[in-house]
């Protein structure tokens, strides 16, 4: 999902009142002038589109065997109308519009452990760093069987829905640590989180692991922090480095483009086209590679979307890195988050965008350079404390890219040593 803002002000609620004057108007027609003639042409809302809206809401009003109301009825049509202009257009309420905003910021309040659903429950891959989950004791490996004293189940997004909270509310988990009988509870403060969407591992001596799960105002910094700690693990350089973006949906556009500013030292990441001024852009990268030239394999699969592809391509289409793994899933448009006048906002196609190359990939995706036959594999997820390299047991495709790796940095050695 590519996402950017912008807000409609006193505009939005101009065209909502128009719409609805509109509408009024066209409704009382149906029942006055049935042979109204058509509306003249330009911008204007048809007449016989403005009955037929009418005759429906009133039939449904009317004959339905529930009873709607007005309201629900409306927001129902409203979505409607913007979900069929294509899959990743939305009306969000007041709740959708502030999940969004959530999960674009890089912070949330809450308990501040990352979970999987795993064995019919819900297990704690890591708690977050300075976060009340890591300041009480709790543990990677931990599985949650009750939130203040209800059963968790399986159902992982109620779960997280139920740990989130105010900031400085409390919630008490209850879980089981490792084969021991006995239930752990912790009685947690919530407090405001930062969301890490950057993980970092070391492979072997000189080569790194760096996945980024999503795309957030904060990914950017993120990498550069992870690239740090890399290079601080590998004292005597880092020669390789395998980018991890499968599964990988997308997220904020600014975010994408910068995380393939840093290892670009110039030229086009991505443009765009579409009807307005604010639709029609290109982003170029600056001087300045994180990792000084070291080699990189970037791992992508059928749910790398989006800022995920626009990473991949520009990467790939500079010939700064080589793509390991399964067709991505082909998201060449761009997504505007409108805020509206009633506290919601609109989710709205506004661009397709271009790799550097000039392509789209918008329904085609992009074909790694190495194809993995088979379907796509889940990624490993990384382990808190584990020892270095044992990744590369439990993820085959992370080997593939790591010997890839190897490969690409032994070749250019023997090119220097040709050349000198």
């Known amino acids: 999902m590519f996402i950017r803002s912008r807000t409609l002000g006193t505009l939005a609620a101009g065209i909502l009142l128009g719409i609805a004057c509109a509408l009024a108007g066209n409704a009382a027609a149906v029942h006055e002038d ?3 003639p058509p509306a003249s042409g330009g911008d204007t809302l048809p007449w016989q589109d403005a009955r ?3 005759e429906v809401y009133e039939r449904i009003k009317r004959e339905y065997v529930d009873n709607v109301d007005d309201h629900e009825l409306m927001e129902k049509a409203v ?3 913007v979900s069929a202009l294509d899959p990743h257009s939305a009306f969000l309420d007041s709740e959708e519009f502030e999940e969004m905003r959530l999960s674009t910021m890089g912070s949330y309040p809450g308990v501040g452990i990352e979970v999987v659903a795993e064995g019919g429950g819900v297990k704690i891959l890591r708690p977050i760093e300075g976060s009340p989950a890591e300041q009480a004791g709790m543990h990677a490996g931990d599985l949650i069987v009750k939130i203040d004293g209800v059963e968790v189940g399986a159902d992982l997004a109620a779960a997280i829905n139920r740990m989130r909270g105010a900031a400085g509310s409390t919630v008490r988990l209850t879980v089981r640590r490792g084969t021991s009988p006995e239930l752990l509870d912790f009685s947690l403060r919530r407090a405001k989180v930062d ?3 950057v993980s970092q591992q070391a492979l072997a001596p000189g080569f790194g692991y760096l996945r980024i799960t999503s795309f957030s105002e904060t990914t950017a910094d993120e990498v550069a922090r992870a690239i740090v700690r ?3 693990d590998n004292a005597s350089g880092l020669k390789g480095l395998v980018l991890d973006l499968r599964d990988n949906p997308g997220g904020v556009l600014e975010a994408g483009a910068a995380v393939a500013d840093a290892f670009l030292e110039r030229g086009l990441i991505v443009s765009a086209d579409g009807r307005t001024a604010d639709a029609q852009f290109r982003m170029d990268a600056t001087a300045g590679d ?3 030239g070291a080699a990189l394999v970037v791992l992508v699969n059928g749910g790398s979307a989006s800022a995920a592809e626009i990473v991949a391509g520009a990467l790939k289409d500079h010939g700064r890195a080589q793509l390991v793994g399964q067709k991505t899933y082909g998201k060449g448009s761009v997504q505007t988050v409108m805020p509206l006048s009633h506290g919601g906002a609109l989710k709205l196609t506004t661009s397709r965008y271009f790799t550097p190359s000039g392509a789209s990939i918008h329904e085609k995706g992009i074909l790694p350079d190495i ?5 796509d594999q889940e990624p490993a ?7 270095a390299g044992s990744l590369l047991k439990r993820d085959p495709e992370v080997r593939l890219a790591l010997d890839e790796l190897k490969a690409r940095v032994g070749t250019k050695h023997v090119t220097l040593a040709t050349v000198q």
Request: glycine share 10%.
């Open 381 to 387: 997820n990384l382990v808190a404390g584990e020892p």
């Open 79 to 81: 979505r409607g109308m």
């Open 34 to 36: 049935a042979a109204a």
């Open 230 to 232: 890399l290079k601080r």
């Open 195 to 197: 969301v890490r969407s």
């Open 52 to 54: 037929l809206f009418a």
């Open 371 to 375: 194809l993995i036959d088979g379907p």
């Open 290 to 292: 994180l990792i000084n």
